[in-house]
Nanobody, 114 residues
Framework: QVQLVESGGGLVQTGGSLRLSCAAS????????MSWYRQAPGKERELVAT????????NYADSAKGRFTISRDNAKNMVFLEMNSLKPEDTAVYYC???????WGQGTQVTVSS
């Protein structure tokens, strides 16, 4: 079955960086777009970034533009989210999402201290 496993979250100071990873299995990952979402306490889950199947096209939420970079390694069935210049408002649980199968990972916590 489809499985998405996120890793790389943690506690970082304002201005710091983190690289999130998503290991995908159970489907032909290279054929499909993939996304990262996040959910902060008391808020709805929101789309952060999406990458096309080949990686040629990426889209970002306004809050992520210029600071976050989504990428993928189809040979390794991996999707990444590089986050720089982190702010306290980036604190959330970050989820990997496969739109083709409507599957979610378990999430990884990112906490940015001020």
């Amino acid at each position: 079955q489809v499985q998405l496993v996120e890793s790389g979250g943690g506690l970082v100071q304002t201005g710091g960086s983190l690289r999130l990873s998503c290991a995908a299995s159970g489907f032909t990952v290279r054929r499909y777009a993939m996304s990262w979402y996040r959910q902060a306490p008391g808020k709805e889950r929101e789309l952060v970034a999406t990458i096309s199947s080949t990686g040629a096209t990426t889209n970002y939420a306004d809050s992520a533009k210029g600071r976050f970079t989504i990428s993928r390694d189809n040979a390794k069935n991996m999707v990444f989210l590089e986050m720089n210049s982190l702010k306290p408002e980036d604190t959330a649980v970050y989820y990997c999402y496969s739109p083709s199968s409507a599957s979610w990972g378990q999430g990884t916590q990112v906490t940015v201290s001020s």
